[in-house]
């Protein structure tokens, strides 16, 4: 079965980093677009920012653009979300995802068929 486990998360400081890693296993992993998505308490399950197979074509969230960068290695079978100057509004889970489709689509949640455990990033003030 396809497998997608995250580490990197934790508790930092407001301007700290973070690198969180997705490593997958049972998947094509270079045929497919894959995503980082988060979910705050109370919040839907928002798209943070994705990635083609290629890594020919990005999308990152408002909200977080000039600050988090993806990237993926292909021959690792892994998937990167560097996060820099956290903030306290960026606390949540944080959740890998692989889509099946092909083609264009959004960084959406109904767009992705394969999620991770989820890794907690708290940022303090």
């Known amino acids: 079965q396809v497998q997608l486990v995250e580490s990197g998360g934790g508790s930092v400081q407001s301007g700290g980093s973070l690198r969180l890693s997705c490593a997958a296993s049972?998947?094509?992993?270079?045929?497919?677009?894959m995503g980082w998505f988060l979910q705050a308490p109370g919040k839907e399950r928002e798209g943070v920012s994705c990635?083609?197979?290629?890594?020919?074509?990005?999308y990152y969230g408002n909200s977080v653009k000039g600050r988090f960068t993806i990237s993926r290695d292909n021959a690792k079978n892994t998937l990167y979300l560097e996060m820099k100057s956290l903030k306290p509004e960026d606390t949540a889970m944080y959740y890998c995802?692989?889509?099946?489709?092909?083609?264009?689509?959004?960084?959406?949640?109904?767009?992705?068929?394969?999620w991770g455990q989820g890794t907690q990033v708290t940022v303090s003030s």
């Open positions: 990635i083609t197979s290629s890594s020919d074509t990005t």
């Open positions: 049972e998947l094509t992993f270079g045929d497919r677009i």
């Open positions: 995802a692989a889509s099946l489709k092909y083609g264009v689509f959004g960084c959406t949640p109904e767009n992705f068929d394969y």
